[in-house]
């Protein structure tokens, strides 16, 4: 995660998921104790670092299916 900027030094990890099953860059969403962290590769800018005071709403979209991930909606300032 420091390799793509997505950890700062003195940051602890609480939550983090890869969807990537070879590789982290596929798919990796990450809370921590300052800051949300998404990345994937695929995205047109594949990182989003998003500090905890600038979310102003969160909603996730959970699927009951084992194919289908959940996803989520947000809603923040940049």
């Given at each position: 995660?420091?390799?793509?900027?997505?950890?700062q030094?003195?940051?602890?990890?609480?939550?983090?998921?890869?969807?990537?099953?070879?590789?982290?860059?596929?798919?990796?969403?990450?809370?921590?104790?300052?800051?949300?962290?998404?990345?994937?590769e695929?995205?047109?800018?594949?990182?989003?670092?998003?500090?905890?005071?600038?979310?102003?709403?969160?909603?996730?979209?959970?699927?009951?299916?084992?194919?289908?991930?959940?996803?989520?909606?947000?809603?923040?300032?940049?």
């Amino acid at each position: 995660m420091r390799d793509l900027s997505l950890l700062q030094s003195k940051e602890r990890i609480q939550f983090m998921y890869s969807d990537g099953v070879l590789d982290i860059k596929s798919g990796l969403y990450a809370l921590t104790d300052k800051l949300l962290s998404l990345y994937n590769e695929e995205w047109n800018e594949p990182k989003t670092v998003i500090v905890f005071k600038d979310i102003i709403d969160f909603y996730i979209d959970y699927d009951d299916s084992f194919l289908l991930d959940n996803f989520y909606n947000n809603t923040f300032i940049i």
